[in-house]
Nanobody, 122 residues
Framework: QVQLVESGGALVQPGDSLKLSCVAS????????MGWFRRAPGQEREFLAV????????VYLDSVRDRFIISRDNDKNTVFLDMARLKTEDTARYYC???????????????WGQGTQVTVSS
């Protein structure tokens, strides 16, 4: 059974940085692309970034490309999302997900974590 557990969410101020982590178990982690998504209150879930099996390819949502960095450590079964220069509009619940393909389409992600809350407020 696949389990994805996110951590690192916090209450931060605008302009701060934050690093989210997602630890996976139950599958051979290095065989899967890993993505990050978020859902803000009252909004649809939004794709942020995805990283390929061994980290050689990444795809980002254009609006976060210059502030967010996705990375992975296959030895630790962990995917990260480094977020810089956070804005109030980044407030959301952040989810990691696992897919067999490098994609922004959330329908192609078969496994999801429970999410971690990021709140950006002064």
């Amino acid at each position: 059974q696949v389990q994805l557990v996110e951590s690192g969410g916090a209450l931060v101020q605008p302009g701060d940085s934050l690093k989210l982590s997602c630890v996976a178990s139950g599958r051979t982690f290095s065989h899967y692309a890993m993505g990050w998504f978020r859902r803000a209150p009252g909004q649809e879930r939004e794709f942020l970034a995805v990283i390929s099996w061994v980290g050689g390819y990444t795809v980002y949502l254009d609006s976060v490309r210059d502030r967010f960095i996705i990375s992975r450590d296959n030895d630790k079964n962990t995917v990260f999302l480094d977020m810089a220069r956070l804005k109030t509009e980044d407030t959301a619940r952040y989810y990691c997900a696992m897919s067999t393909t490098l994609t922004a389409n959330e329908r192609l992600y078969g496994h999801w974590g429970q999410g971690t809350q990021v709140t950006v407020s002064s």
